[in-house]
């Protein structure tokens, strides 16, 4: 029962360099998120995958990259890493992009970047 | 842009006693309201949903309510136990937005 896999689950980095954030889900979900969640503001919605193949920004795009490799993978790459960007990030993935539709979480990737 | 905001950081009750956390937003009434759990170092899980023309919905000891006239939904724990004690988030997924958590302790 592994539903929504994150890699790695920390990682620190200096400002300025690059890394990949893994995303995978085993449920054939057809719509897949990335989130960052920081201290008293709750988690904003980074990109989303509504179906394979397409991608749309959220409410905190700058910053990052996505690639929705297949239906099963989804990844977040920050290019250029910025201390603002310390944060635990999530994962999810639901049925399909629909307000009626639960979504699954993974246990996030914690970021320190210094 | 719709706003949502969970009035309390932190919640502390006895147990056995009723939780009840508050949800509000700001704009247009939303078709849909979840409510997940969040432990720490997990992500969250989703709990119930609910929708516009639902007043209420219930699963086990959990109760939603939904109001739209106040732009409101609580969300209650009856009979609280030390496990219930985790971080519950609220959600308007068409806006794709949640709030940021209330943390209930459960003591014993």
């Known amino acids: 029962n592994a539903g929504v896999t994150q890699t790695p689950k920390f990682q620190v980095l200096k400002t300025g360099q690059s890394m990949t954030l893994q995303c995978a889900q085993d449920?054939?979900?057809?719509?897949m998120y990335w989130y960052r969640q920081d201290p008293g503001m709750g988690l904003r919605l980074i990109y989303y995958s509504a179906s394979e193949g397409t991608t749309d920004k959220g409410e905190v795009p700058n910053g990052y990259n996505v690639s929705r490799l297949n239906k099963r993978e989804f990844s977040l790459r920050l290019e250029s890493a910025a201390p603002s960007q310390t944060s635990v990030y999530f994962c999810?993935?639901?049925?399909?992009?629909?307000?009626?539709?639960?979504?699954?979480f993974g246990d996030g990737t914690r970021l320190s970047i210094l | 842009s719709q706003k949502i905001e969970q009035n309390s950081e932190a919640l502390n009750i006895q147990e056995g006693k009723t939780a009840t956390l508050t949800c509000n937003y700001t704009n247009y009434s939303p078709a849909y309201l979840q409510w997940y759990r969040q432990d720490p170092g997990r992500g969250p899980v989703f709990l119930l949903l609910?929708?516009?023309?639902?007043k209420e919905k219930r699963k086990e000891r959990l109760k939603v309510t939904f109001d739209t006239t106040l732009k409101q939904s609580l969300f209650h724990i009856t009979a609280s136990q030390p496990a219930d004690s985790a971080t519950y988030l609220c959600a308007l997924v068409e806006d794709m937005r949640f709030g940021a958590g209330t943390r209930l302790t459960v003591k014993p």
């Open positions: 609910i929708r516009e023309n639902e």
């Open positions: 999810a993935s639901s049925p399909r992009d629909s307000p009626n539709q639960p979504q699954h």
């Open positions: 449920m054939n979900h057809n719509s």
